[in-house]
């Protein structure tokens, strides 16, 4: 059973910051937060993790509260190419179980 | 990065085939892979992990004998669907990690149609 709960839709305009967020209230301390997106009949693909700190990389920012009872995924500048169903994870190992995620659809 | 291959990327066959499905790290070893099954419109299931050199484990609900598993080196782990049935057309997807608590990366999964 995923543990965490998101938005089941959002759009966002293109060239916007896209923000998508994350309830996992039950986190357990060593459990990391995770973003996949999936395309269309692709398999997941990995966008950013972190455990407490706020994390940045050339796709996204991952913004975690401080009770790290939730978390918000940025994405600063959305594309057409960034429509997708984007997953929040937490987890402790390699174990990785998806929620139903946030099918983000980025309009020109 | 990390890449994972998997193969074949698509399977049409008729009722009553086994199927064998490969996942490959390509660029690490990974001593632990797992297997998905996504239906349309739903999200991804877990379905069991691999581990090298010992027994998969597997989900609750998923039978181990129709799903044969095989973890034979660090780089590969093979999925057979044993005598797959149109309830079987799926889409199947695999993923490994280097160490624990890393991210997994996915392969682009092989669409199972049975006939």
């Known amino acids: 059973d995923a543990k965490t709960t998101q938005p089941p839709s959002m759009d966002c305009a293109e060239g916007r910051a896209a923000n998508l967020p994350c309830n996992h209230s039950?986190?357990?301390?060593?459990?990391?937060v995770y973003w996949y997106r999936q395309i269309h009949s692709q398999g997941p693909q990995y966008i950013i993790h972190g455990l407490k700190n706020n994390e940045t990389n050339e796709m996204a920012s991952l913004i975690i509260t401080e009770d790290r009872k939730s978390s918000t995924l940025i994405l600063p500048h959305a594309t057409l190419r960034d429509t997708a169903v984007y997953y929040c994870i937490v987890s402790n190992n390699n174990d990785m179980r998806f929620g139903a995620g946030t099918r983000l659809t980025v309009k020109p | 990065g990390a890449v994972v291959s998997q193969h074949p990327s698509r399977v049409i066959c008729k009722s009553g085939t086994s199927v064998k499905i490969e996942c490959r790290s390509l660029d690490f070893q990974a001593t632990t892979m797992f297997w998905y099954r996504q239906f349309p419109k739903q999200s991804l299931m877990l379905m069991a992990t691999?581990?090298?050199?010992?027994?998969?484990?597997?989900e609750q609900g998923v039978e181990k004998d129709k799903f044969l598993i095989n973890h034979a080196s660090l780089t590969l782990s093979t999925l057979t669907v044993t005598s797959a049935h149109p309830e079987d057309s799926s889409f199947y997807i695999c993923?490994?990690?280097?160490?624990?608590?890393?991210?997994?990366?996915f392969g682009d999964g092989t669409r199972l149609s049975i006939l």
């Open positions: 039950t986190i357990s301390g060593n459990e990391y």
């Open positions: 691999s581990n090298e050199g010992s027994k998969a484990t597997y």
């Open positions: 993923s490994a990690a280097q160490k624990a608590a890393q991210p997994q990366h």
